[in-house]
């Protein structure tokens, strides 16, 4: 074989998902959603097997974002807590400030999950404007007792 169709058949199985994920009934629904980006669909998957999975959260559904041609995900972190919507993206596709905006005005709050093609997951949780941080958890205890220690020496 020519090391030009052994490129091309490396690009092809980084373009189907493996066997599993193809037949799986949420996958399958992803597709269906028709948003055109392979990549998108299968960054949204994983993060979808990360969230029922591993963190189990609980009614997670894809749904179609027409404004941004992707797959948003939408669950709950824990049984009776707020929806959150999460967008899903590979690490190599762009994203700018009107798409954050889109995906924010839609109500409920955002995680924006970075997908590594190692399937590596990055989540980050999106504010409408600037969030003040919680003020430090200070112990004067243990500072009493650093300085008495200074002073004895």
């Given amino acids: 074989m020519s090391d030009a169709s052994d490129r091309a058949d490396v690009v092809e199985d980084r373009a189907s998902p493996p066997g599993w994920i193809s037949q799986h009934p949420m996958y399958r629904h992803m597709v269906d959603l028709e948003v055109g980006d392979s990549a998108q669909v299968h960054a949204a998957f994983l993060v979808y097997m990360d969230l029922v ?8 559904s894809g749904v179609k974002c027409p404004d941004l041609q992707v797959v948003l995900l939408e669950g709950r972190e824990k049984e009776g807590a707020p929806i959150q919507t999460l967008l899903p993206l590979p690490v190599h596709r762009s994203l700018s400030h009107r798409s954050i905006r889109r995906v924010l005005d839609r109500g409920s709050p955002m995680l924006l999950c970075a997908v590594a093609s ?15 941080p919680d003020p430090p958890v200070v112990q004067d205890k243990g500072r009493r007792q650093h300085r008495k220690r200074r002073q004895q020496h």
Avoid: A, N
């Avoid at 999975?53 to 997670?60: A, I, N």
């Avoid at 190692?118 to 003040?132: C, P, Q």
């Fill in 53 to 60: 999975e591993v963190r189990r959260w609980k009614e997670v």
């Fill in 118 to 132: 190692d399937s590596s997951l990055v989540y980050h949780r999106m504010t409408d404007g600037l969030v003040t």
